[in-house]
């Protein structure tokens, strides 16, 4: 099992189908995520696939059974069906014995916390989560955007700062060049001081973004943007 984990999640931008109804229905997909356990895919709707179905990866031999663990408007985490078979052909005596129940329960929350990171990237505002060392654990698509940052830089997990030197660098702020340090390191200080008062960024297209931050039990933080350039003018 630990072999078959360090296998890993790579990340495709390859297109596939799904199939069902006998291999009677079709639909196109494309294929965003891949690992040993599952896959995450982009569809048109989700809401014509169904919870069981074979998926053909372009470029591959060999296709997957998978039934559905989460979705959202248009993507879905499908798991595949002989990872679940592997899971309970392991041995039930001795120590392990445990293992199928706390298995489930791990799948359990690994699919919840899965369909919370789509919902959040199905919003229009930034989120950012932070750890307590204030590297970020997860950025939203929305943030992305906002920021315009890539990513292969989002997934590296930054720390807080250099998030704010991206902003800086590709002179989002509307800040004079002199004082551009200055306003990183109070940016900074502040998200590790937790000080929960929102902040208005003025960005130097004009915009202006509301920043909130909460602070969580943990001791990371945990990050909003929202657009409010209407409201203040």
């Known amino acids: 099992m630990d072999e078959r984990r360090q296998t890993g999640r790579h990340r495709l931008l390859k297109g596939g189908k799904i199939i069902f109804n006998d291999r009677r229905s079709v639909i196109d997909c494309l294929v965003r995520n891949f690992s040993d356990q599952g896959v995450c ?94 590297r970020a654990q997860f950025m939203n698509r929305a943030f992305r955007r906002m920021w315009r940052l890539s990513d292969e830089v989002a997934d590296s997990k930054p720390p807080f700062v250099a998030l704010m030197y991206h902003g800086r660098d590709t002179r989002a702020y509307a800040v004079p060049a002199e004082q551009l340090d200055a306003y990183v390191a109070d940016r900074v200080a502040l998200v590790k001081a937790g000080d929960t008062k929102p902040l208005d960024l003025r960005l130097a297209n004009g915009e202006v973004i509301r920043v909130e931050c909460a602070v969580l039990p943990s001791g990371g933080r945990l990050l909003s943007y929202t657009f409010i350039t209407d409201i203040v003018g």
């Open 41 to 134: 895919l982009h569809v048109n709707s989700a809401a014509n696939v169904p919870r069981e179905f074979e998926l053909a990866i372009d470029g591959t031999e060999k296709s997957h059974r998978c039934h559905v663990r989460w979705a959202t408007r248009d993507r879905i985490g499908a798991q595949f069906a002989d990872a679940v078979a592997y899971e309970a052909d392991q041995p039930s005596s001795g120590p392990s014995a445990e293992m199928p129940e706390i298995q489930s329960r791990g799948d359990f929350f690994r699919g919840e916390l899965l369909t919370l990171r789509a919902a959040l990237d199905e919003i229009h505002v930034g989120i950012v989560l932070l750890d307590s060392e204030t």
